[in-house]
């Protein structure tokens, strides 16, 4: 097997046998999710809202869970290897930075699709839930899981001087993108005009719109889907190669443990 | 090439708070191929900093480190794949058995026939039978048995220890001293820190002394010790200890001072004296119970270099 890819398949290896051995990290993904799930839509379905509203909100649970995944499990590889005094031994190692990302955003992935399916079974059987449009789906999903990537990214450029600390942010940054990329309602009808050119920015917004107009309830615009997407991605990899050969340059990759 | 490291002129500062904090100050040194290199000195000496130089975790100011021909910060990831780290401070992934968390290692190496490498070593080391325990449930002697096999994962042809029997008790301390002798005898280069210089002087080849970012002296055991004593002490355990310190007194580069009753102390400034010391306790007439050289432990040693020469700043 090749090196990189193997270093890469170790992240994978790690993060499966981690949730298999950990009661927390099953419930992160076998319970948290459906709870969630079933709190939303059991709150619309009490308000009498229609199929469309009701639809929205699992396709937005289902994006939102993808970009969570991916941004947690690349926070939480890290930090584990912190808090387990690992982290110096792991980039002793011939693992590179983008490595370690991608095989820990792979193990989110995986995550990702459980829950998925989970959410796709448990809707169909409770709610007569089906995908109305599995293109749209598709590449919308694609789209968040991209954006959880980029927020990883991020993350770890942060993590790689503010260690554990990282690990509360990431939990804070994509319940944040969520209520700015209007989820489960119409950003045109509840943010002021003028935070509007900001919150298009962000490279969630024109995904969750993407989810949302396959129920009829929201307006892409495909060509700042692709521009922040790409774009974004581009920033958080600087960012983070920035910050990795600053830690190393100041030696807090050193200090990690 | 015999050179498995060497470091050329390698500065390092950092910046705590307003403050610049020297870590290493133009430091060079090489350690041969298959040699037991120990590095002591006191904490924040700058022995990590050096360490995280050659592992690739930290940049060097200036100057340069090279492993095998290739350079730590140029050439990182083949740096990093030709050697392995085993440290006393360590942790593990608590979660993961000793089998998977082998397994995950060697993945990071791109180990070849994983299974079997981490079978042969967990046999090694005395630890198959406990393949499925956590990390977690290890004793720490254990634990650091565990550490080794983690660093023979990839066979590498450096091994950097860093304090590798710090906390085990004497058992484990020796099963460790061993390990690290055969290592040495298949070949493989070590880099040692540790704070127990019996340990330093027992199993080194050669030792480099750091102080203050600055290599204070470099040589084997015996080299450094002879750096430091100009002076060699006998102790002469006798009946006629008056006579001997008398007979001995006014000959030049010799003091005799009597310790206690039947021990006389005397102090020479070359091997070349003995003659006459065993001269001088042949005409006097008495009982002679022993004559032992006093040489003083490495402890000793390392503390006259730290003290002498940058253990003050």
Known sequence: MNGSLSRILSQVYRGVNMMRRNTFRLTDVFVWPI??????????????????????????????????FINLEMVTAFTEEYWSKSLGYLFASPISRM??????????LLKAIIVLIIYLVLTYAIYGFTVPNWGIFLVGVAFLLLAGFTMGLFMLGVGYFMKQEAFNISFIIPDMLALLSGV????????????????????????????????????????????????????AYAFNGYMYNKAKKEGKLARLG | MDDAISVRNG??????????????DDISLSVKKGEIFGLLGPNGAGKTSLISILVGILNPDSGSAVIFGKDCVEETQAVQSSLNLVSGFSGAIGSLSVEEALTYYAMLYNVKDSKKVIARLLKQMNLYESRNWTAEDLSSGMRQRYFICRGLLNDPKLLVLDEPTVGLDVE????????????????????LTTHNMFEAEELCDRIAFINHGKILAIGTPEELKGKIISQRTIEIHCSMEKCVAEQLKGMKGVKAQIKSPQIVHVTVDSYTKTKDIMRALASCNGEIYSVNEMEPTFEEIYLKFMNNKGGKK
Not at chain 1, 39 to 65: A, E
Not at chain 2, 183 to 188: S, V
């Open chain 1, 35 to 68: 709870l969630y799930l079933f709190t939303l839509t059991f709150f619309v379905t009490y308000l009498g809202s229609n199929q469309s509203y009701l639809y929205m909100i699992i396709l937005g649970m289902m994006g939102w869970r993808a970009m969570y």
């Open chain 1, 184 to 235: 489960y309602f119409s950003i045109e009808v509840v943010y002021p005009k003028w935070l509007l050119p900001v919150i298009r920015l962000l490279p969630t917004t024109q995904a969750f719109e993407l989810l949302k107009s396959s129920v009829g309830l929201g307006n892409p615009d495909y060509t700042l889907l692709i521009v922040t997407a790409v774009g974004w991605l581009a920033v």
């Open chain 2, 11 to 24: 500065s390092k500062t950092y910046r705590s708070g307003k403050e610049t904090v020297i870590a290493l």
């Open chain 1, 99 to 108: 490595e370690l990302a991608i095989g820990s955003a792979i193990s989110g």
């Open chain 2, 172 to 191: 484990s301390a020796i099963d460790v001293r061993k390990i690290i002798r055969d290592l040495r005898a298949k070949g493989h280069t070590i880099l």
